[in-house]
């Protein structure tokens, strides 16, 4: 088994819908949450990091249910901008990413 | 603020060759990290630096590959010889400090091993 799965998509999807990825993680130790944002041909950038309470940055909220072991990244009203890879990282010891999940947006 | 800085961007190698890639990270920031990132996959880690020592090198190939960071600033990532599966995308990213797990990436070195 990973240690941090994601669906691997793509996901397309109309510009204003709602769409909603989850990464697992194998490691019960894991400290620490983030999502990045990762661009065609450009490197990871730190989206949010993910707290026990869930949080919430404009359209994009970000949870985690430890007792199942999963973290979760909602989208709403999606933009074109939008269309990125979405990497989920755990942190345990070392930084670990998931494979990524495409998502585009279309008109 | 400037971001981690890396160079070269791309690089074309036959294997059996030597390369070498050079990173800055932000500054001020006393961790660094080198990631291999294979097409299709995330960013898997290599070795992670605190300050100049080696914090964790566990899934570095070291027959291989071996990296430094001599005066806990830059640091440079060398493959040698590369084999045709090296080809990928080597990031460095830092953190401010080895308890912050935030890590910001550089724009990465595009390896292609022909």
């Known amino acids: 088994r990973k240690e941090v799965e994601q669906d691997p998509g793509p996901f397309n999807v109309p510009e204003g819908a709602t769409v909603a990825f989850n990464c697992t993680y194998s490691?019960?130790?894991?400290?620490?949450f983030f999502w990045y944002r990762q661009d065609c041909r450009k490197e990871p950038k730190l989206l949010m990091s993910?707290?026990?309470s869930g949080n919430e940055d404009g359209r994009f909220t970000a949870q985690l249910n430890r007792a199942s072991q999963y973290i979760s990244l909602l989208i709403r009203d999606s933009k074109l901008s939008d269309s990125a890879t979405y990497l989920c990282?755990?942190?345990?010891?070392?930084?670990?990413f998931g494979q990524g999940t495409i998502l585009t947006v279309h008109p | 603020e400037a971001g981690v800085a890396q160079s070269p961007r791309y690089k074309i190698i036959e294997k059996r060759q030597s390369v070498a890639f050079w990173c800055n990270p932000i500054?001020?920031?006393?961790?660094l990290y080198w990631y291999q990132q294979i097409l299709g996959q995330g960013p898997k880690l290599l070795i992670q630096?605190?300050?100049?020592?080696?914090?964790?090198d566990s899934q570095l190939p070291k027959d291989r590959f071996s990296a430094e960071r001599l005066k806990g600033v830059d640091s440079t990532l060398k493959i040698q010889p590369a084999k045709l599966e090296d080809s990928a995308v080597y990031l460095c990213?830092?953190?401010?400090?080895?308890?912050?797990?935030?890590?910001?990436f550089g724009p990465g070195t595009r390896l292609t091993v022909t």
């Open positions: 990213a830092s953190s401010s400090y080895s308890g912050s797990y935030e890590q910001y």
């Open positions: 490691n019960s130790a894991s400290q620490s």
């Open positions: 993910v707290y026990s």
């Open positions: 990282a755990v942190y345990g010891g070392k930084l670990t």
């Open positions: 500054s001020g920031h006393a961790t």
């Open positions: 630096f605190q300050n100049n020592g080696v914090v964790d």
